[in-house]
């Protein structure tokens, strides 16, 4: 069990040795149902047929939601990048999730990203203006580039402010911090 939790991504050793002993002093029952809902997760649990977003539904919740402004669309890598910008309580837009990052070195291009539903999507829901929230490195800066390349035909396109620095994952930052990069974000040149 311990080396189970080891391969989960920020548990170390200890802590995998923490949590393995806590599971055991817990009821049967408890145990059961933890299992349970791990399963039901991995059986249950897709994406969704709009954004890409993690959803249990063919549309996830922010997608049915409709006090949400459906013209305005903020592109982000991964689920994980959606739940930091709603945790600002800040955007109150539609959302988009790329599935990772272009990047040559990796083997990842264009054609593995759910880069061309979001074109199809901009264009067809008449998008006035896609935000760009994706990590500032040399890979989050190449995917903005050839996206502001594509979509600036259909729509305004703007990136989050640089408040987040430079390497870091939108995942770890801080709600402040990130709502600030979101009001100061500025079109693509």
Same mark, same amino acid.
């Given at each position: 069990?311990?080396?189970? /939790?080891?391969? *989960?991504?920020?548990?170390g050793p200890r =802590? ?7 599971? @055991?002093?817990?009821? +049967?029952?408890?145990? !059961?149902? /933890?299992? &349970?809902? @791990? ?19 063919? *549309? ?8 949400? !402004? ?15 910008? %709603?945790?600002?309580? +800040? $955007?109150?837009?539609? $959302? ?12 990842v291009g264009p %054609?593995?990203? !759910? ?9 067809? &829901? ?5 935000? *760009?929230?994706l990590t500032p490195?040399? %890979? ?5 580039? $050839? ?6 035909? /259909? ?13 870091? +994952?939108?995942? $770890?930052?801080? %709600?402040? =911090? @990130? ?11």
């Amino acid at each position: 069990m311990i080396d189970q /939790f080891e391969r *989960l991504p920020g548990i170390g050793p200890r =802590t995998a040795q923490r949590l393995a002993l806590h599971l @055991l002093r817990q009821p +049967e029952e408890q145990i !059961h149902s /933890f299992a &349970d809902a @791990l399963l039901a997760a991995r059986s249950q649990v897709g994406q969704c047929q709009s954004c890409f977003h993690l959803s249990a539904e063919p *549309l996830c919740e922010i997608c049915r939601n409709q006090e949400r !402004h459906t013209g305005i669309l903020c592109v982000v890598a991964d689920s994980r990048d959606l739940l930091a910008l %709603e945790r600002t309580r +800040e $955007y109150k837009g539609q $959302y988009h999730v790329l599935g990772g990052l272009i990047s040559p070195m990796d083997g990842v291009g264009p %054609e593995l990203l !759910h880069i061309q539903p979001l074109v199809n999507r901009v264009d067809r &829901d008449q998008i006035s203006e896609v935000i *760009l929230a994706l990590t500032p490195s040399v %890979e989050g800066d190449t995917t903005s580039l $050839y996206l502001a390349r594509l979509l600036k035909p /259909f729509t305004q396109v703007s990136r989050i402010a640089y408040g987040l620095p430079v390497g870091s +994952e939108l995942e $770890y930052a801080d %709600e402040v =911090t @990130l709502a600030r990069a979101l009001e100061g974000r500025r079109p693509m040149e």
